[in-house]
T-cell receptor, first 111, second 112 residues
Framework: KQEVTQIPAALSVPEGENLVLNCSFT??????LQWFRQDPGKGLTSLLL?????REQTSGRLNASLDKSSGRSTLYIAASQPGDSATYLC??????????FGKGTLLTVNP | NAGVTQTPKFQVLKTGQSMTLQCAQD?????MYWYRQDPGMGLRLIYY???????DKGEVPNGYNVSRLNKREFSLRLESAAPSQTSVYFC???????????FGEGSRLTVL
């Protein structure tokens, strides 16, 4: 059974700082890995999707990497802003693209 | 640009009552999913439908039934609600090309 762990559970940084969120998974036979953002009381917004054959994906200030052999993915956020404050979730994709989720990292960016 | 639409957004039930959560997607996706999100437990898969006409159990299916009515719609039914089913329920869909999941805004259910 796939298990996904996200570290740290919570992170507080000053505005402008670059930061890294970590996601690890136990079964390296994944189809893809997806990063989401969730604001309080809202649904999940897809940020980046990395296919199993890819090593990284970039969107604006966000960069996600995937290392299947070590069972790790990272989400790098450059020049953080208060609007980046949210919970960040990673999900590892199995057969039929079913995602197994970590419990998330609560990010607070202080002005 | 609706994406994935869930109804109702909020519902309060008494123990033993039944209800159906509705989900519809307008992205022509083949696969649809129901997850529940609980504090400290994260998101867990209840049921999924890989294609129209098929449904399969996920990690926590007990107490739930689903119907894939057509390609667009996937409903989740609670036949006899229990307080343990108090949760936020999310519907999602994905296409075959990339497998990227898109989520609805969630349905917040309280069972008293």
């Amino acid at each position: 059974k796939q298990e996904v762990t996200q570290i740290p559970a919570a992170l507080s940084v000053p505005e402008g700082e670059n930061l890294v969120l970590n996601c690890s998974f136990t079964d390296s036979a994944i189809y893809n890995l997806q990063w989401f953002r969730q604001d309080p009381g809202k649904g999940l917004t897809s940020l980046l999707l990395i296919q199993s054959s890819q090593r990284e994906q970039t969107s604006g200030r966000l960069n996600a990497s995937l290392d299947k052999s070590s069972g790790r993915s990272t989400l790098y956020i450059a020049a953080s802003q208060p609007g980046d404050s949210a919970t960040y979730l990673c999900g590892s994709g199995g057969s039929n693209y079913k995602l197994t989720f970590g419990k998330g990292t609560l990010l607070t960016v202080n002005p | 640009n609706a994406g994935v639409t869930q109804t109702p957004k909020f519902q309060v039930l008494k123990t033993g009552q039944s209800m159906t959560l509705q989900c519809a997607q307008d992205m022509n996706h083949n696969s649809m999913y129901w997850y529940r999100q609980d504090p400290g437990m994260g998101l867990r898969l209840i049921y999924y439908s890989a294609s129209e006409g098929t449904t399969d159990k996920g990690e926590v299916p007990n107490g739930y039934n689903v119907s894939r009515l057509n390609k667009r719609e996937f409903s989740l039914r609670l036949e006899s609600a229990a307080p343990s089913q108090t949760s936020v329920y999310f519907c999602a869909s994905s296409g075959l090309a990339s497998g990227e999941l898109f989520f609805g805004e969630g349905s917040r259910l309280t069972v008293l």
